[in-house]
């Protein structure tokens, strides 16, 4: 009799403490070891929010190593993908490119074991001129002084697309006397501020700290794009973009709107992170937003319907569970 009592006892206690953790609350689920974050070059946007997101991710991880590393947002979908590092910032459209195989460094290996987990910020296809320049429209670039990146990035291959559904080319850019100059970022900007340059085109935030910047020395305006040809080069090259207008007064010269193509710009992990990590990103991110937004004004953009949307890739799982619960929207994924 006292052996079956004790065996009954033990049991009940076995099965207690089997329920206490299975429920476990996240603050007492196992830290990873190493949680590295891919963001971008030193000083740009990237890297002040993953630079921001690692010091929030110190205090909901605090048994793991958490680093921020120098990026991009093509090399951050290399690197998450490979394993080398845990969580990385990129765009949709860049994620889509390289999804189906069409980004220069993944024709090979597409790469489709990204899972995203929050939208932070809007980009868009910009085209930067003066305030008082007479370019007015894409046809107005032929022959003039214009920097759009550097072969193989983003932002030059949209311009490339951008040129195409005009029915133009580089060579027409460069006939009597213009040029389309490999310039870095800063290099770009730097020149237009200077006057070196007639327009600088990217795939860039909006409105982007350093285009205001600039401003300090000329008031800038962005071009207005036709509305047929946005339809065409969302038909053609629109994977990961959709249309979008950009306000008056976006600049010190924005005196209209602009219609554009833009993407967003959001937060991803591997499908190999554990759903419990993912969820707790998630949840750290959202339950401390208000801190988070400090980081940089475009994380303004996170709210309830905007968080779980807009990413285009399969959403991770543990995301998901936390979105659901919240009550938060998603979008169906885009690429699958």
């Not at 213009?178 to 501020?193: D, I, P, V, Y």
């Not at 004004?297 to 890739?313: P, S």
Request: charged content about 20%; cysteine-free.
């Amino acid at each position: 009799m006292k052996n079956s009592i004790l065996r009954r006892t033990m049991l009940a206690a076995s099965g207690a403490l089997v329920a206490t953790l299975s429920f476990a609350t996240p603050s007492l689920a196992q830290d990873p070891d190493f949680l590295n974050i891919g963001g971008g070059p030193s000083g740009g946007t990237f890297n002040v929010v993953a630079t921001g997101l690692g010091d929030l991710l110190r205090g909901e991880f605090s048994d793991s190593i958490i680093g921020v590393q120098p990026g991009g947002s093509g090399p951050n979908l290399l690197r998450v993908s490979s394993g080398d590092v845990d969580l990385g910032i990129t765009s949709a459209s860049n994620a889509a490119d390289a999804w189906a195989g069409r980004d220069p460094a993944t024709p090979e290996n597409p790469i489709q074991n990204v899972r995203g987990l929050m939208s932070f910020f809007p980009s868009a296809i910009q085209i930067w001129v003066a305030a008082d320049s007479d370019i007015q429209s894409v046809e107005d670039l032929v022959g003039r002084q214009i920097s759009a990146g550097q072969p193989g990035q983003t932002s030059w291959l949209a311009f490339q697309n951008l040129l195409s559904v005009y029915d133009m080319t580089i060579e027409d850019i460069e006939t009597d006397g213009g040029k389309l100059h490999h310039l870095s970022w800063s290099e770009s900007q730097n020149a237009l501020r200077d006057g070196q340059l007639d327009a600088v085109m990217w795939v860039a935030l909006y409105p982007h700290s350093t285009v205001l910047a600039t401003e300090t020395a000329r008031e800038i305006r962005v071009l207005s794009l036709d509305e047929d040809r946005v339809s065409e080069y969302l038909d053609l090259h629109g994977a990961g973009f959709s249309k979008v207008t950009l306000p008056k007064g976006l600049y010190q010269g924005q005196s209209e709107p602009a219609l554009s193509v833009g993407t967003t710009t959001f937060l991803f992990a591997s499908e190999d992170m554990t759903d419990e990590t993912a969820y707790r990103v998630t949840s750290a991110i959202w339950n401390n937003l208000d801190r988070f937004q400090k980081t940089h004004a475009l994380l303004k953009y996170i709210e309830k319907d905007t968080a779980g949307r807009g990413m285009f890739v399969p959403m991770h799982p543990g995301a998901a569970k936390f979105y659901d619960e919240q009550d938060i929207p998603t979008d169906e994924a885009r690429l699958k």
